[in-house]
């Protein structure tokens, strides 16, 4: 297809810059629950404050087995010299 392998180099080019931006930042919990509407009711609020960039949000949902259930995780990179934020849980 014509233009596939710039269109790839341009996408792989936009990935390094951004790993390079990025270099030794962690990620940090910020919010964890069990609830699936409570999850959702965070992150719409968080949406709307827009207290924390959404490209620096990760939403985590760790699957549930038999002695486990699915938890829910909210988490936000913070640079290195950052302290991190207090986890808020329900």
Do not use: N
Request: with cysteine; charged share 30%; hydrophobic share 25%.
């Amino acid at each position: 297809m014509p233009g596939q392998h710039r269109r790839k180099r341009r996408q792989e080019a936009a990935r390094r810059r951004q790993a390079a931006r990025y270099e030794g930042w962690q990620w940090h919990p910020l919010y964890s629950t069990q609830d699936y509407a409570e999850f959702t009711a965070y992150f719409r609020r968080l949406r709307a404050e827009r207290t924390h960039d959404e490209e620096r949000l990760r939403l985590d949902t760790f699957c549930g087995r038999l002695t486990h259930p699915t938890t829910y995780r909210i988490s936000v990179l913070m640079p290195p010299d950052a302290p991190p934020p207090p986890p808020e849980t329900p």
